[in-house]
């Protein structure tokens, strides 16, 4: 179910970017800014809002319920994580407490330098 969800998610948002792309913008023409007799009409110089501007807020509705499931299916992903027998802080470290250092092989303390400065050889 999540993974449909995030298509659409995906898909609505590519949606949204092609509405606002093809829409037009408020000084498009060039009549607009004297006039234009524009200021006749019953809706005013603005005019009614668009078709394309309806379906840009319904996608953009689509895409805040589908963010908002996303976000619930994510904090449920996570509460399901401390049950996935991960172990808790207090055995990891008294886990490491008991871990001792292993010894070294001769030959490895043979190899190393007894100081910082590289021997050539």
Do not use: C, W
């Not at 689509?62 to 049950?83: C, I, M, P, R």
């Amino acid at each position: 179910m999540e993974n449909v969800i995030l298509i659409v998610h995906v898909l609505l948002a590519a949606a949204i970017v092609a509405l606002v792309l093809l829409q037009q913008g408020k000084g498009a023409e060039a009549g607009a800014s004297f006039g234009g007799g524009a200021s006749q009409t019953v809706f005013g110089s603005q005019g009614s809002t668009s078709f394309l501007g309806r379906m840009t807020a319904v996608m953009a509705a689509g895409v805040f319920a589908t963010s908002f499931a996303l976000a619930v299916y994510a904090k449920q992903k996570a509460e399901s994580v401390n049950d996935a027998g991960i172990p808790a802080a207090e055995v990891i470290e008294s886990a490491a407490e008991v871990q001792q250092e292993l010894p070294a092989l001769e030959s490895e303390k043979a190899a190393q330098p007894e100081t910082d400065i590289p021997v050539a050889e």
